[in-house]
């Protein structure tokens, strides 16, 4: 499997899986754009000043199907390692199977690491990915489909 997209594509494709605090996504050919309405996670004194974080995911590598991207972000004089443990607590990124961020020594700029194998397999079967890349203006996908599935969303109980 082959799969081209443009960055308003990959724009769309992700969007349904956001929690509520994204307030935009958009992509480019190296990087997916959010704004972040992150003022349950921020301290009192920027609130006010700073509502939204806008992080920019860089791209970086992908190998067998986990993409890793560099976070940059930048809220008033916060380095980027702590705007991102905010955004940690806020969305509870370490109960996330298949996402996880590094911090590597001596840089100031955080790696989000997606298992994309893990992240589809939580909605669907028989889908593995073993590539993602920016190419020529395009997001590249390629992997694999034996015996798709869907996995069907538990049906919230009645309310009496």
């Known amino acids: 499997m082959r799969l081209e997209l443009t960055p308003l594509e990959l724009a769309e494709l992700l969007r349904p899986g956001l929690p509520p605090e994204v307030k935009t996504l958009t992509c ?19 609130r006010a000043a700073a ?4 992080l920019s995911l860089e791209y970086q590598d992908c190998q067998a199907g986990v993409v890793m991207f560099k976070v940059i972000t930048s809220v008033f004089s ?12 806020l969305f509870d990124i370490p109960q996330v199977d298949g996402v996880r961020i590094d911090v590597p020594q001596g840089s100031p700029a955080p790696r989000l690491r997606l298992d994309l194998n893990v992240l589809v397999g939580q909605a669907v079967q028989g889908i593995t990915v073993r590539d993602v890349r920016p190419h020529n203006s395009l997001w590249v ?7 798709f599935q869907a996995i069907p969303t538990p ?6």
């Open 28 to 46: 480019d050919t190296e990087a997916i754009h959010l704004s972040i309405d992150a003022s349950a996670a921020l301290p009192r004194a920027l």
């Open 51 to 54: 509502p939204d974080i806008r």
């Open 78 to 89: 916060l380095p980027a390692t702590r705007v991102v443990s905010l955004l940690i607590n």
């Open 141 to 147: 996908l390629s992997g694999t489909i034996r015996d």
């Open 155 to 160: 049906k919230p109980a009645p309310s009496s």
